[in-house]
């Protein structure tokens, strides 16, 4: 079975902390993805990344970046944490089968950040 | 952008049958439609995917018209361990590398109760 581990199920920091999320998927996959889950607001795309090194912006990269330095990891780093990117943030990873069936992403459990 | 519109929430009870429908009216030639399941401080998991008719796994089935406008998703026999958030959701494109961007809307709520 794939599988996506994240550091930290729950997470607390301050306002203007630097933040990092770490991301780990052990199947080889190519892509890997950021979303940022909230309430009414269903699953928004970060960033993604298909190679290491590289890196593609989402929906909403403001106030993030991202960092892939090895294939099985993605960070994603909130250079100076505000409020309201309170949130639960959960990281996915698919392989690289580039056409229209290539629908099927592998999550991990999440990280609930709070900044207070 | 096919953008999908599906019930906030539906409630049912064990042993039933459950059908969750969505529309996707801009639906592109070349999209196929997926379902998520997602359980409460969970991510989101693939349930089954499929582009026309039907397709059935281990876990649900998915009806598709000729038209493809919506799609159905069936639960046979729900427990009380299905009650998750459940999505439909199309591809809205491909992304640079492979892999299609998907857009997840705030899906169904199912409840099952004994």
């Known amino acids: 079975d794939v599988k996506v581990t994240q550091s930290s199920r729950y997470l607390v920091k301050r306002t203007g902390e630097k933040v990092f999320l770490e991301c780990v998927q052990d199947?080889?996959?190519?892509?890997m993805f950021w979303y940022r889950q909230d309430p009414g607001l269903g699953l928004r795309l970060i960033y993604f990344s298909y190679d290491v090194k590289m890196k593609e912006k989402g929906d909403i990269p403001e106030g993030y970046s991202v960092s892939r330095e090895k294939k099985e990891r993605f960070s994603l780093i909130l250079e100076s944490a505000s409020t309201n990117q309170t949130s639960m943030y959960l990281c996915?990873?698919?392989?690289?089968?580039?056409?229209?069936?290539?629908?099927?992403?592998?999550f991990g459990p999440g990280t609930r950040l709070t900044v207070l | 952008l096919a953008k999908t519109t599906q019930p906030i929430s539906m409630d049912s009870y064990e042993g039933q049958e459950v059908n969750i429908t969505c529309s996707h009216n801009?639906?592109?030639?070349?999209?196929?439609i997926t379902w998520y399941q997602q359980f409460p401080s969970q991510g989101p998991r693939f349930i089954i995917q499929?582009?026309?008719t039907k397709v059935t796994n281990e876990v649900a089935s998915l009806f598709i018209p000729a038209d493809r406008k919506s799609s159905t998703l069936s639960l046979p026999r729900v427990s009380l361990s299905d009650t998750a958030v459940y999505y439909c959701l199309v591809g809205d494109y491909i992304l640079t590398g492979g892999g299609n961007k998907l857009t997840f809307g705030t899906g169904t709520q199912l409840k099952v109760e004994l």
């Open positions: 801009n639906i592109a030639t070349n999209d196929y």
């Open positions: 499929g582009y026309k």
């Open positions: 996915a990873s698919s392989p690289r089968l580039a056409g229209p069936a290539s629908n099927e992403q592998f």
């Open positions: 199947m080889d996959h190519e892509n």
